[in-house]
């Protein structure tokens, strides 16, 4: 026996059944042997796809992700990966090899350490054969205790020794870990909580993804309901109360323009299982005549810079909003009337007139077309960019079907996180929302869909460029001919991977064309030309036209 198949043995006793693996010298043969215990393999064309992907698996399965890559290169290619799953707080682990220890010199040596560390990660060197076994499960333990990536870092010529240890592994980190139940909250806290709530008269719920974890969702709407309170979500949490008529979707910059006029009113904000990050609050903006209660295991009083909470109940989510039911008197509805839900049913993300040419599309009657065709039991991934706001507004779409992860604000990740949600929910559809700067950035994995067969569409709202830049720079009055591309044919592009591709010339078309994606299954790309002359009112916001 080597010892990389000791090492393989280790990592399929931590439960990992999927892994995203791109191959090198540094860590081939273990992948080979990971590959033979029966785990799923995905080869993958580019090392940050591979830990992108892990990442959504981790967000969709609630376990670690896992993904291989060699060393050097290998690794460097990580950087943009890695500080975005730390800050989405996603556990994972990455096994990458290390140079031979054996060489005075080896070309892709690089000091590993600095580079992960840099990205908030934990960096393991695994010099010692005998140890492997524990220290890679006692990553796996670090990486769900800490809810973010951790690296190990093997040199291939200690991988590929005899292995000299006891054939035994050690217990699991599973069947090591503090077996615990929610935290309850304290009377104290609840009694001072129920007295805040009481001087209000105006209360919006808002429900992040500690919400979702701990299955609070009925509770938070049993609440809102007692104390004539709307309801309304972080983004990563959007569709937790879908179907309630007085749900005002996601709050913060990408809220619509009735959530926005609601918050504008609030004089009490219940946070529940939320960090109250920068955006989810607008930088202060969405709120600025309401206290804030934050409900949460951890609370803190600053948050991204900011005095986030006024005052704070530490609880577990759902036992923390049960126990205020029970402190609280139940309200007659006022706000919660007809007339209000209503305006939210019909509430349009954006009402601003643009004028656009003719032949292509305002993003946000292709976003109503999809919402109104797309199968509700299909995933959902949102990615990035100025088109990420048009399609936060699909209201019917259930949590459990969506994902977007974008805390390090990169492009370029819905390829992979989309192919993370396959692998985990593997007899689903999914269907992808990107923008065309984001699709090119990792487009060669459109190759890895099609070999591995990966069941996605991917609706491309394609204006021609990078459009956040764009409506920046003219906001600005400065040139955008760095950031106008024009539009690449993406459908021909998809053709010449060996799936399907269509350009949407009329949204007409796209129910019969959805039909018959849903009786097909397979892969495509949908490219739909959008103007750039329609902005959202993010950026109007942000950017008010020069001298206008
Ligand atoms: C890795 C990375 N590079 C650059 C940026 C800056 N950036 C933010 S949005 C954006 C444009 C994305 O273009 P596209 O995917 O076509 O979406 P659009 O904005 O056009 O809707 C760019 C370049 C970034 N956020 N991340
Ligand atoms: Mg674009």
């Not at 960096?123 to 010692?128: K, P, R, V």
């Not at 007659?332 to 993300?349: G, K």
């Not at 990107?434 to 067969?453: K, N, P, Y």
Request: glycine residues 8%; hydrophobic residues 45%.
């Amino acid at each position: 026996m080597k010892t990389y198949d000791m090492i393989a043995r280790a990592v399929v006793q931590e439960g990992v059944s999927d892994a995203f693996a791109l191959l090198g010298d540094a860590n081939m043969n273990f992948a080979t042997r990971l590959s033979e215990t029966g785990c799923r393999m995905i080869y993958v064309r580019h090392e940050h796809c591979a830990a992108a992907a892990a990442m959504a698996y981790a967000r969709k399965t609630g376990r670690t992700g896992f993904a291989t890559v060699t060393c050097g290169p290998g690794l460097t290619q990580l950087m943009t990966a890695l500080p975005a799953a730390v800050r989405a707080r996603l556990p994972m682990v990455v096994l990458a090899g290390e140079a031979p220890l054996k060489s005075g010199w080896y070309n892709q040596a690089i000091d590993q350490a600095p580079f992960v560390v840099a990205t908030g990660s934990a960096y393991h060197a695994l010099h010692l054969p005998e140890r492997m076994p524990l220290q890679i499960r006692d990553a796996f333990a670090q990486a769900a205790r800490e809810r973010r990536p951790v690296v190990l870092g093997i040199p291939c010529d200690l991988q590929n020794r005899d292995w000299i240890g006891p054939d035994t592994l050690p217990m699991p980190s599973a069947a090591i870990a503090p077996v615990v139940s929610p935290m309850p909250p304290h009377p104290d806290d609840i009694a001072r909580a129920a007295d805040i709530v009481a001087g209000s008269r105006r209360v919006v719920l808002m429900a992040g993804m500690g919400a979702v974890e701990a299955g609070a969702g009925p509770a938070c709407r049993a609440l809102a309901e007692r104390i004539d309170a709307l309801v309304s979500t972080t983004l990563p949490a959007r569709g937790l109360f879908h179907d309630d008529p007085f749900n005002l979707n996601v709050a913060g910059g990408f809220s619509h323009e009735v959530a926005r006029e609601c918050f504008a009113e609030a004089d009490l904000v219940i946070a529940v299982g939320g960090s109250l990050a920068r955006h989810n609050a607008d930088g202060g903006a969405l709120w600025p005549g309401a206290r804030v209660l934050q409900i949460d295991i951890d609370p803190a009083a600053l948050s991204q810079g900011r005095l986030a909470a006024d005052a704070h109940l530490r609880a577990d989510a759902r036992l923390g909003v049960e126990a205020l039911i029970a402190a609280l008197p139940a309200r007659t509805p006022e706000w919660r009337s007809a007339a209000l839900a209503a305006r939210i049913a019909t509430a349009s993300p954006d009402s601003t007139a643009f004028a656009h040419e003719t032949g292509l599309h305002d993003p946000r009657e292709v976003v109503q077309t999809l919402e109104a065709a797309l199968p509700a039991e299909w995933q959902m991934v949102n990615s990035s960019g100025h088109c990420s706001f048009y399609v936060a507004h699909m209201p019917s779409r259930p949590h459990e079907k969506f994902l977007t992860i974008r805390e390090f604000g990169a492009i370029g990740n819905g390829i992979s996180f989309a192919m993370g949600v396959a692998v985990a929910q593997s007899d689903e559809t999914v269907v992808l929302f990107d923008g065309d700067g984001s699709l090119l950035m990792h487009v060669q994995e459109l190759e890895t869909i099609a070999r591995h067969g990966l069941n996605i569409l991917i609706v491309v709202l394609n204006d021609g460029a990078y459009g956040s830049e764009i409506h920046k720079l003219r906001a600005e009055g400065l040139s955008d001919e760095g950031a106008v591309f024009g539009r690449t044919d993406l459908a021909a592009v998809a053709r010449g991977f060996g799936i399907g591709g269509e350009t949407v010339a009329d949204l007409a078309a796209l129910p019969d064309m959805i039909r018959n994606f849903a009786r097909s299954g397979g892969a495509a790309v949908w490219d739909v030309p959008v103007s750039d002359k329609v902005y959202s009112p993010v950026i109007a916001r942000a950017h008010p036209p020069k001298g206008h």
